[in-house]
């Protein structure tokens, strides 16, 4: 999702607008040509020894850089899951030579550009976009409101510290009125809301399908207040906007940035107070919750769309010094790299994995077949 949201979407409707050549290529698929073809070169959330030497030949070959960063990934802390990937000190040292390399930086949150394109290199914001939006469609004022939260397993812990109380408190006051539904992060307490569990998807395709056919009328988006989840996007705003869900965001970064895009976006202090009060005025006013919904699913359709983020990433790509020599041609030996990228792979897997490392193949082989089916 960060690369399709942060560079791929867009640079394919440039593509097929006829305004840009794009090729997307997996780095371990990558062929000679494509490194040849190339004048600029996006770099996804790379991390790993290969994407580094990579990156290297490429740059001697004079190639124009651009590293994609969505999350603070030299700063993520230890309660998320990926924090013991990323804190390993050669990954950290691979993130941190790549972004050196690189003519300039991509990001949707202006404190990551700020951060780290520095030294000279632009500064890239780019927006995240509302991809396949659905069309409004009026709900049933009659029927119970539908009130739900879309997440990875990650967000868990913002789910449990935040909104526990709040919630409980709206099921107890509004019984059957209300239904709650969570969508990937599945809190301790979803028994006493009654509530309806749908387990996590890796495939963001997926994901939004099922996120655009819930048909929910309250979104739910809890943050806490850290510096490393204020580097983040509001993207929840973008996808709840998308299904046409009206939101209820924590009044912290980055959902404070949400009042220049959107005067009526509703942001409430992360008590349980503030949230039972805000989540209650939307049940108890369905016109008002209504027009929300209408709001949010023209801005997903219009000023959040691929197209606008498309011609928003057109004009700043145009405004970047282009590679002097379009023939320069990148000297590396792919093939050797890739060897050595599988054995630093299987390297760094045994030190993060030790005697468990069958489970997690065979675990991962099981996933793999199942998508298969």
Request: glycine share 6%; aromatic share 8%; net charge neutral.
């Amino acid at each position: 999702p960060s690369i399709r949201l942060c560079g791929h979407c867009q640079m394919e409707y440039l593509a097929g607008q006829g305004q840009a050549a794009y090729r997307a290529v997996q780095e371990m698929r990558l062929k000679n040509d494509d490194l040849n073809w190339a004048d600029v070169v996006l770099l996804g959330r790379l991390d790993s020894w290969y994407e580094r030497k990579l990156t290297e030949a490429l740059h001697k070959a004079g190639k124009y850089l651009i590293y994609i960063i969505d999350d603070d990934l030299l700063c993520v802390p230890p309660e998320i899951s990926s924090a013991a990937y990323f804190n390993q000190s050669e990954i950290q040292k691979n993130i941190r030579m790549m972004m050196a390399m690189s003519n300039a930086i991509v990001s949707p949150s202006p404190l990551l550009l700020k951060k780290y394109a520095t030294d000279g290199k632009r500064a890239i914001q780019i927006e995240e976009p509302a991809i396949d939006p659905v069309p409004y469609r009026a709900h049933d004022s009659k029927a119970p409101v539908k009130i739900g939260f879309a997440g990875s397993v990650d967000r868990t812990g913002d789910l449990e510290n935040i909104l526990k109380d709040a919630l409980i408190a709206v099921k107890r006051q509004y019984g059957e009125r209300v239904q709650f539904e969570f969508f990937g992060a599945i809190p301790s307490f979803a028994k006493e809301l009654d509530a309806k569990c749908i387990p996590y998807c890796d495939s963001y395709d997926e994901y939004r399908r099922t996120l655009n056919e819930l048909q929910w009328d309250i979104g739910l988006a809890p943050m806490l207040d850290t510096p490393f989840h204020a580097c983040k996007h509001y993207n929840k705003f973008v996808e709840y906007g998308a299904a046409g869900i009206v939101g209820v965001f924590s009044d912290v970064q980055p959902y404070v940035r949400l009042q220049a895009l959107c005067s009526q976006a509703i942001l409430c202090e992360n008590t349980s107070d503030a949230w039972y009060a805000a989540i209650s005025s939307l049940i108890e006013a369905p016109e008002k919750r209504e027009a929300q919904r209408r709001m949010v699913s023209d801005l997903a359709s219009d000023a959040m769309s691929v197209r606008a983020g498309a011609m928003d990433v057109a004009r700043r790509l145009a405004e970047i010094d282009m590679p002097s020599n379009k023939d320069c041609t990148w000297r590396g030996n792919l093939s050797l790299l890739k060897v050595g990228g599988a054995f630093m792979r299987v390297k760094g897997a045994v030190q993060r994995h030790g005697w468990r490392l069958p489970m997690v193949v065979l675990k991962k082989m099981k996933l793999i077949l199942s998508r298969e089916d």
